[in-house]
């Protein structure tokens, strides 16, 4: 009989044991996966968050601006710019030929004359001088600069040319080439030219719109939970619409831009692909998440407190916005930052809405135009171009980098303000 139990007892310590090991397996796979992941995406994109400069001396001639002597600060905004900036690029080599000429244009983004202009803006003595000054290469160049393209294909199977390749690597012998952190990545918007395109349209169109999901969503939530938990009735009604917000949370995404779609977009006749829908929309999907950890936060508070403050003689609605909410607090916001979190990194809704749309200005409204950070990351996941998958990477990593910040936030708050009962 000893035996029998000895055995029994020894199969129960071995099947822990292999739970255990089933457990620490799962776990590390797990953290595998998301480290070949991550590192996959790093791999990808971190050449993105480095920019590549030719250093091109120019000729600041009046003449060629069509300027007159000793011109003022509106001359100079107003000058011609244009044919400065061709010259400048055409003197790299000063026997080429139309064709090369316009092989010379083609090295750098169309927006060096725009910086070739903020440099004499900059300093207006410049007129009649030559200077050094750092134009955005074109990405092709900026991915050959980086390894990151073929060399060694036939020139009617590149986009970079040969010659283009004899003078950059001049360039580049003479230390005129260099890489240097892309700024312009965090505080340019979109663009046709994967060189110039950036992430401060679609960021501060998700910023708007979280804020506006956030106004709407909290307070409409919290309200509803309160009123669900503490003063509805328990009957049939009250209980069609628990099971109701339970299935709320359970809905895809793209269900609520549907919605948004026929409501807000088709018959309230709001403008497409702004902050303030997308952030209505956003609170439509939000609002079931905050609800329930609102309700279960307030579940979670010790019924001591309630007949406390009811034997000292507060009203239930002193009860619940003087004692319950105060107490719950903690773990509503960190539900509210969980599902803020969720709606900050969606996609889906935001398409329907007409937010895929092209944006070359950043915000500054809550009614401008705007896109959002996961839906600019599926723009630039569509194109082709060789240097938009770098910049689709380095996105992606600042999108998942914000959502883990959002989620440490979460715990964090909770820890400090979590109460032990």
């Keep these: 009989m000893n035996k029998n139990k000895e055995k029994l007892l020894n199969s129960r310590y071995r099947a ?4 255990q090991f089933y457990g620490k397996s799962a776990i590390f796979l ?51 710019y244009f044919d400065l900036a061709l010259q400048t690029m ?18 750098v983004s169309y927006f060096f004359e725009r910086e070739i202009k903020r440099e004499l803006l900059n300093d207006p003595s410049l007129i009649g001088k030559t200077k050094d000054v750092y134009l955005t290469a074109s990405d092709d160049l900026d991915q050959v600069f980086k390894g990151n393209y073929p060399r060694d294909l036939p020139e009617d199977q590149r986009r970079v040319t040969d010659y283009q390749l004899k003078i950059f690597d001049q360039l580049v012998e003479q230390g005129r080439v260099e890489s240097k952190f892309n700024l312009s990545f965090f505080t340019y918007p979109d663009s046709r030219e994967a060189e110039l395109a950036g992430i401060a349209s679609s960021f501060m169109g998700s910023i708007f719109s979280i804020l506006v999901c956030l106004v709407i969503a909290f307070p409409v939530a919290v309200l509803a939970a309160i009123y669900l938990e503490e003063f509805a009735p328990k009957n049939r009604f009250t209980d069609f619409i628990e099971v109701n917000i339970n299935n709320l949370a359970a809905v895809p995404s793209i269900i609520f831009g549907l919605l948004g779609l026929a409501v807000f977009i ?7 692909s702004v902050p303030l829908v997308g952030g209505l929309v956003l609170s439509l999907m939000t609002l079931p998440t905050i609800i329930i950890a609102t309700r279960s936060s307030l579940q979670s508070v010790p019924p001591s407190i309630r007949e406390a403050a009811l034997a000292m003689g507060a009203s239930e609605m002193q009860v619940v916005f003087q004692h319950l909410l105060p107490s719950a607090m903690p773990g509503i916001f960190t539900g509210t930052i969980i599902g803020l979190a969720r709606a900050f990194g969606e996609s889906a809704p935001l398409l329907l809405i007409g937010m895929v749309a092209f ?10 135009p705007a896109t959002a950070l ?5 723009i630039w996941a569509d194109s082709p171009e060789r240097a938009f998958v770098a910049k689709t990477s380095a996105a992606t990593l600042i999108l998942i980098s914000l959502l883990i910040l959002i989620n440490l936030a979460a715990v964090l708050l909770r820890k400090r303000y979590e109460v032990k009962w």
């Design 90 to 107: 055409f003197d790299l080599d000063k026997s080429a030929s139309e064709k090369q000429q316009n092989d010379l244009k083609r090295m």
């Design 266 to 272: 088709n018959f309230f006749g709001m403008p497409r």
């Design 359 to 368: 944006i070359v200005d950043i915000p500054a409204t809550f009614t401008d």
């Design 30 to 80: 797990a953290l595998l996966f998301l480290t070949i992941f991550i590192f996959k995406i790093f791999s990808t994109g971190y050449t993105a968050f480095q920019k590549t400069w030719l250093i091109v001396p120019v000729t600041f001639d009046a003449e060629t601006m069509y300027l007159d002597e000793n011109p003022s600060k509106e001359d100079l905004k107003d000058a011609d």
């Design 16 to 19: 822990e044991k292999r739970f």
């Design 374 to 378: 996961p839906v600019q990351i599926y």
